[in-house]
Protein backbone atom coordinates (compact mmCIF):
# COMPACT_ATOMS: atom_id res chain seq x y z
CA UNK A 1 0.00 0.00 0.00
CA UNK A 2 1.05 3.60 -0.90
CA UNK A 3 1.59 6.38 1.53
CA UNK A 4 0.17 9.44 1.22
CA UNK A 5 3.70 10.77 0.49
CA UNK A 6 4.14 8.46 -2.37
CA UNK A 7 0.98 9.78 -4.22
CA UNK A 8 1.87 12.90 -3.74
CA UNK A 9 5.21 11.83 -5.36
CA UNK A 10 3.59 9.94 -8.37
CA UNK A 11 0.88 12.14 -8.71
CA UNK A 12 3.48 15.30 -9.30
CA UNK A 13 5.28 13.24 -11.97
CA UNK A 14 1.99 12.87 -13.25
CA UNK A 15 1.51 16.33 -12.84
CA UNK A 16 4.43 17.32 -14.82
CA UNK A 17 3.95 14.95 -17.74
CA UNK A 18 0.52 16.35 -18.35
CA UNK A 19 2.02 20.04 -18.33
CA UNK A 20 4.57 19.04 -20.89
CA UNK A 21 2.35 17.12 -23.11
CA UNK A 22 0.02 20.19 -22.98
CA UNK A 23 2.42 21.81 -24.87
CA UNK A 24 3.67 19.39 -27.53
CA UNK A 25 3.08 19.93 -31.67
CA UNK A 26 4.04 17.63 -34.55
CA UNK A 27 4.45 19.44 -37.80
CA UNK A 28 4.61 17.66 -40.83
CA UNK A 29 5.01 19.11 -44.26
CA UNK A 30 3.98 17.24 -47.84
CA UNK A 31 3.49 18.79 -51.34
CA UNK A 32 2.72 22.28 -49.86
CA UNK A 33 0.87 20.97 -47.19
CA UNK A 34 0.84 21.30 -43.10
CA UNK A 35 -0.65 19.60 -40.69
CA UNK A 36 -0.02 20.34 -36.96
CA UNK A 37 -1.01 17.69 -34.33
CA UNK A 38 -0.95 17.62 -30.58
CA UNK A 39 0.27 15.05 -28.47
CA UNK A 40 -3.10 13.23 -28.03
CA UNK A 41 -2.91 13.15 -32.39
CA UNK A 42 -5.61 15.47 -33.10
CA UNK A 43 -4.93 18.00 -35.70
CA UNK A 44 -4.69 21.37 -34.52
CA UNK A 45 -4.04 22.84 -37.86
CA UNK A 46 -4.02 22.28 -41.63
CA UNK A 47 -2.48 24.71 -44.26
CA UNK A 48 -1.77 24.00 -47.71
CA UNK A 49 -2.82 25.13 -51.49
CA UNK A 50 -6.60 25.57 -52.46
CA UNK A 51 -6.28 21.93 -54.60
CA UNK A 52 -4.73 19.78 -52.69
CA UNK A 53 -4.70 15.90 -53.04
CA UNK A 54 -6.10 14.11 -50.04
CA UNK A 55 -3.22 12.04 -49.95
CA UNK A 56 -1.00 14.16 -49.21
CA UNK A 57 -3.22 15.77 -46.29
CA UNK A 58 -3.02 11.72 -44.44
CA UNK A 59 0.63 11.81 -45.56
CA UNK A 60 1.62 15.07 -43.63
CA UNK A 61 -0.48 13.97 -40.65
CA UNK A 62 1.94 10.89 -40.74
CA UNK A 63 5.07 12.79 -40.47
CA UNK A 64 3.49 15.19 -37.91
CA UNK A 65 2.51 12.22 -35.76
CA UNK A 66 6.46 11.04 -36.42
CA UNK A 67 7.38 14.17 -35.85
CA UNK A 68 5.89 14.86 -32.20
CA UNK A 69 6.07 11.19 -30.80
CA UNK A 70 9.98 11.51 -29.20
CA UNK A 71 8.19 14.75 -27.48
CA UNK A 72 6.02 12.74 -25.83
CA UNK A 73 7.83 9.80 -25.20
CA UNK A 74 10.31 12.17 -23.04
CA UNK A 75 7.42 13.96 -21.46
CA UNK A 76 6.21 10.33 -20.67
CA UNK A 77 9.39 8.73 -19.83
CA UNK A 78 9.15 9.52 -15.84
CA UNK A 79 5.61 8.39 -15.08
CA UNK A 80 6.40 5.46 -17.40
CA UNK A 81 9.47 4.34 -15.69
CA UNK A 82 7.49 4.97 -12.17
CA UNK A 83 7.74 0.80 -10.66
CA UNK A 84 3.86 1.54 -9.68
CA UNK A 85 2.68 2.36 -12.88
CA UNK A 86 4.55 -0.61 -14.78
CA UNK A 87 2.80 -2.76 -12.00
CA UNK A 88 -0.37 -1.74 -12.28
CA UNK A 89 -0.70 -1.91 -16.15
CA UNK A 90 0.93 -5.79 -15.96
CA UNK A 91 -2.01 -5.94 -13.20
CA UNK A 92 -4.43 -4.61 -15.74
CA UNK A 93 -3.40 -6.41 -18.92
CA UNK A 94 -3.59 -10.00 -16.93
CA UNK A 95 -7.10 -8.81 -15.20
CA UNK A 96 -8.86 -7.29 -18.18
CA UNK A 97 -10.22 -9.98 -19.79
CA UNK A 98 -11.44 -7.81 -23.05
CA UNK A 99 -11.68 -9.24 -26.25
CA UNK A 100 -10.58 -7.12 -29.18
CA UNK A 101 -13.24 -5.10 -30.43
CA UNK A 102 -15.00 -6.10 -33.55
CA UNK A 103 -13.68 -4.47 -37.25
CA UNK A 104 -16.64 -2.32 -37.94
CA UNK A 105 -17.72 -1.00 -41.62
CA UNK A 106 -18.11 2.85 -41.95
CA UNK A 107 -21.89 3.94 -41.47
CA UNK A 108 -23.70 6.37 -44.44
CA UNK A 109 -22.58 8.74 -42.46
CA UNK A 110 -18.88 8.66 -42.25
CA UNK A 111 -19.05 7.77 -46.26
CA UNK A 112 -20.54 11.25 -47.04
CA UNK A 113 -17.97 12.99 -44.38
CA UNK A 114 -15.36 11.45 -46.43
CA UNK A 115 -16.71 12.71 -49.79
CA UNK A 116 -16.92 16.10 -48.42
CA UNK A 117 -12.60 16.14 -47.67
CA UNK A 118 -12.17 14.55 -50.91
CA UNK A 119 -13.91 17.46 -52.13
CA UNK A 120 -12.12 19.59 -49.97
CA UNK A 121 -9.56 18.33 -47.85
CA UNK A 122 -8.61 21.64 -46.05
CA UNK A 123 -12.30 22.13 -45.24
CA UNK A 124 -12.41 25.43 -46.62
CA UNK A 125 -15.80 26.43 -48.46
CA UNK A 126 -16.82 28.98 -51.09
CA UNK A 127 -20.20 30.57 -49.09
Not at 63 to 85: C, F, H, N, T, Y
Request: glycine share 10%.
Amino acid sequence: MMSGGRYEELGAKVRRAQSELDSVRGVGTIDGVTVEVGADNTITSITGPRAVDPNAVLEAYRIALGDKQPRVDSAMREVLEDARISQISTFTDMHSGREPAPARRATEDEDGVWEQIRQDPLGRRDW
